[in-house]
């Protein structure tokens, strides 16, 4: 799976989770700028391991606030 095909599928999966529509960038903060709320950021979490069949680290997850770094973190994990 490419880098670009993890970054479709994490953006569909923030579509869902969080209500994430419209074109936003990357690198834009998932709590500051676009607005997850951590109810949604658990729920991604969780959706992303069982999505990708990774094991993810609450510590690892919690550093990761862009698709951008999601996108980093899934790929090193596969």
Known sequence: MSRTDIEDKIRSILAKVARLEGAYSAQADLFR???????????LLLTLE????????????????SVDELVSLVGELR
């Open 33 to 43: 700028e676009l607005g997850v709320k951590s109810i949604a950021a658990l729920d």
């Open 50 to 65: 069982e999505e990708f069949g990774v094991a993810i680290a609450d510590e690892a997850f919690g550093k990761a606030r």
